[in-house]
């Protein structure tokens, strides 16, 4: 190999040399941090300063403030902080039965700040109860159940039973169908299979006469509760309504009935049903009251228990039992020291009819 040739061959070596060392990953170079705290220690003087500051802050009812230096403190001094706090706790408890505008304002400031802590959401309960305001301590319930396991949720649960059944018990008292309706939907949107929210729901609609809504709502009753003798009822009342039949309730008399009537869509009377009567009879000093005055028809003899008698024959313009309405009826006039005139036949023929003894019901149906 010849001189030239060789030192070709040292350069071509020294070249790749070279490239392969420029092109090898080198070391990163690091340099050395500092490692500081991220909090400045604060000396015992200014921790007293900043207790002191909290604690002119909550006398002076500044709540965010006292809550902001509570936080520095805490950081600081736990300890110190800790004993803050509870003092706190223990005066908002104190104004909770004394002072119900503070410790609105001292809820509202701890919530912001620890919006799930479990021991302030069971005080904003008491304070909502404490101000009357049952429908929203209702729904905070409702919210604190939903954060506790499920093994911490009977007290909470046993409350919410207490409430809930109290609130439905004055709404009922009252007839306030529609505030049912309205409680119950939004209490079933956090328990949908509540049987003691569904039934009361389902009345509610009853009563409102809104039978589809009824039923829909016993429907979605779950196969086990405790209310099963009241949504039988409440079922028959619904097929009973949703029936074309008329059920009248009764009063019992001896051994007889009294059913209310109606005379011309204003006048009422109490008559005795008796379907051995053939004419519907009314006592004298009712006729006289009717208006207008009914159209005499003449006299007719009758039987009776005392042999016969002639009595006056009257057409009015309407008769009325239950929802069932007969007009141009044909009544007769009796003297009658009791009262009660006589539901006859001339009435009761017209319909299929059955006295139910057990509820206490005429039953009037369409032939």
Do not use: C
Not at 69 to 98: D, G, H, I, R, V
Not at 182 to 199: H, R, V
């Amino acid at each position: 190999m010849s001189h030239y040739t060789k030192l070709i061959t040292l350069l071509l070596i020294g070249s790749l040399s070279l490239n392969a060392y420029l092109l090898w990953p080198q070391p990163a170079l690091t340099t050395p941090q500092k490692t500081q705290s991220a909090q400045q220690s604060i000396s015992p003087k200014q921790q007293n300063t900043l207790l002191n500051t909290a604690k002119q802050q909550f006398k002076q009812h500044q709540f965010e403030a006292a809550l902001s230096s509570y936080q520095q403190l805490k950081n600081s001094n736990p300890e110190s902080a800790k004993k803050l706090y509870s003092s706190w706790l223990m005066q908002l408890k104190t104004w909770l039965n004394s002072n119900l505008l503070l410790s609105e304002s001292f809820l509202n400031a701890l919530l912001n700040n620890s919006p799930y802590n479990v021991e302030l959401l069971n005080l904003q309960v008491e304070y909502l109860i404490n101000s009357e305001q049952t429908e929203n301590a209702i729904i905070a319930l409702f919210e604190l159940n939903s954060l506790l396991p499920a093994d911490q949720q009977n007290n909470v649960n046993t409350r919410l039973n207490t409430l809930t059944q109290n609130e439905l018990h004055t709404l009922t008292e009252q007839q306030n169908w529609q505030a049912i309706i309205e409680q119950t939907q939004i209490w079933l949107d956090y328990k949908s299979d509540n049987a003691q929210f569904l039934y009361p729901l389902a009345y509610a609609y009853y009563q409102q006469g809104d039978l589809i809504s009824a039923q829909a709502t016993l429907d979605r009753m779950p196969n086990q509760h405790n209310l099963k003798s009241q949504v039988q009822s409440l079922q028959a009342m619904i097929n009973k309504a949703q029936s074309q039949d008329d059920f009248v309730a009764l009063t019992p008399y001896g051994a007889h009935y009294l059913i209310n009537t109606e005379i011309n869509n204003h006048l009422s009377s109490e008559l005795i049903i008796d379907t051995g009567a053939s004419i519907t009879s009314l006592p004298t000093n009712i006729i006289e009251k009717i208006s207008p005055q009914p159209l005499y028809l003449g006299d007719v003899t009758v039987n009776t228990a005392n042999g016969q008698i002639v009595v006056k024959r009257y057409q009015i313009e309407s008769f009325k039992v239950g929802s069932q309405i007969i007009y141009g009826f044909e009544v007769l006039s009796i003297e009658n020291t009791r009262g009660q005139g006589l539901l006859g036949m001339n009435f009761l023929s017209r319909f299929k009819f059955n006295i139910n003894q057990q509820t206490d019901e005429l039953e009037l149906s369409a032939k």
